[in-house]
């Protein structure tokens, strides 16, 4: 197994203090944050009991985010993440979650590559190609940092079992088309 498989160990010790057993460092949780974002994976071990306490470190990072106003997730879908804990969806939500999350990695994956091969007549304009890298600077921030792995594997989101994500794609080329032209206004 490559080491950019293997997931990076942290372990928690008792005076709750975080150790990247990598670097033989403490971290914080913002740290653990950049990790994620940067697309590693991690997991976080109780050093006395060895429970695992990858998914609570992962929870107070979102939960950090959205205290300080950096609102991802809309109060009706924090709801119905509630209402799915006590409820038959509690077996249904996670697969669709994970479904979702994929078809938004691979949508941003392919809005990525179209944005190099998209035909464009403004692409011989002097200049064209800084922009052209800002707005993949910019979709690369704007999608956090996600990579194209992750997910389970084989989960289809059910549209795009239908339709192989061809609307999808061409709705995306059309919002594409629609930038680069109030772009190219400005």
């Known amino acids: 197994m490559a080491e950019d498989a293997k997931p990076l160990l942290i372990k928690r010790y008792a005076s709750r203090r975080l150790y990247n057993t990598e670097t033989s460092d403490y971290v914080t949780l913002e740290d653990i944050a950049a990790f994620v974002r940067e697309g590693r994976e991690v997991q976080i071990i109780d050093l006395k009991s060895g429970d695992d306490l990858t998914r609570q470190y992962l929870l107070q990072i979102v ?106 794609l061409d709705a995306i080329k059309k919002q594409l088309a629609e930038l680069q032209a109030k772009l190219a206004k400005l």
Do not use: C, I
Not at 70 to 93: G, K
């Open 63 to 168: 939960a950090e985010h959205e205290s300080r106003g950096e609102s991802v997730l809309p109060v009706d879908v924090l709801t119905d993440l509630v209402r799915s804990y006590t409820t038959q969806a509690q077996s249904v939500v996670p697969q669709f979650l994970a479904a979702s999350f994929q078809m938004l990695r691979e949508g941003q994956s392919k809005l990525m590559e179209n944005l190099s091969s998209f035909p464009n007549p403004m692409s011989k304009m002097p200049g064209f190609e800084v922009l052209q890298r800002q707005q993949q600077a910019f979709m690369k921030t704007m999608m956090g940092g996600w990579t194209e792995t992750g997910g389970e594997e084989g989960a289809v989101a059910p549209d795009t079992a239908k339709t192989g994500g061809r609307e999808d």
